[in-house]
């Protein structure tokens, strides 16, 4: 079955506007992390949240891992904010990373 | 902040060759790993080394790709004869010991068979 799953899959928002970007994971994975992927492909890390809320500027993410999902919240979108969003997370018992298929998120001016 | 290096950030080969993509992980990291993508899709699982050997590879990781950790700092994905199909960004990735600790990308290779 479907191990991370993201929604939705393409957000398209006028600059200053919030977002929330969900991934639901399935009982087989644990410790999440968010990643953007900018233009160039780069990944960056945002979160690694197992669990919790955590906050870094115009962003945070909360995960609750009993009910099996996270959130990442972004607030007063830029147009530097656009790229895909990538949630994954650990697959128990390896020590492998297993992605969702992202969220493309494009922030007009 | 520590970063994971890799070089070169974008390569250009014909069908056939051989290429050498190269990390630098993080210094005091202990497991390494490469990821791919394919253009438009999601990140996909390679392989995974730890203590000089493979942990764990995934059906893509077939006989044509082999990893090498060469010295204390380097850490290579070589595929010994590239396909069309091999075409795609390769981004290395590295942790701590722990489970409790995120994982950190590099800034990936583009890979380009023509």
């Keep these: ?109 | 902040e520590p970063e994971v290096t890799q070089t070169p950030s974008h390569q250009v080969t014909q069908m056939g060759q051989e290429v050498i993509l190269r990390c630098v992980p993080i210094s005091n990291h202990l497991y390494f790993y490469w990821y791919r993508q394919i253009l438009g899709q999601k990140v996909e699982f390679l392989v995974s080394f730890y203590n000089n050997e493979i942990s764990e590879k995934s059906e893509i990781f077939d006989d044509q790709f082999s990893v090498e950790r060469p010295d204390g700092s380097n850490f290579t994905l070589k595929i010994r004869s590239t396909k069309l199909e091999d075409s795609a960004m390769y981004f290395c990735a590295s942790r701590e010991q722990g489970i409790s600790i995120g994982y950190t990308f590099g800034s990936g290779t583009r890979l380009t068979v023509v």
């Excluded at chain 1, 891992?65 to 007063?76: C, G, K, N, Q, V």
């Excluded at chain 1, 994954?88 to 992605?99: P, R, S």
């Design chain 1, 1 to 109: 079955g479907i191990q991370v799953e993201q929604s939705p899959p393409d957000l398209i928002l006028q600059e200053g506007a919030n977002s929330t970007l969900r991934c639901n994971f399935s009982d087989s994975v644990n410790n999440l992390q968010w990643f953007h992927q900018n233009p160039w492909g780069q990944l960056i890390n945002l979160f690694y949240i197992p669990s919790g809320t955590k906050q870094n500027g115009r962003l945070s993410a909360t995960t609750v891992a009993t009910e099996r999902y996270s959130l990442l919240y972004i607030s007063s979108s830029q147009t530097t904010d656009s790229g895909v969003y990538f949630c994954a997370g650990i697959i128990q018992g390896a020590q492998k990373l297993v992605f969702g298929q992202g969220t493309r998120l494009t922030i007009n001016p």
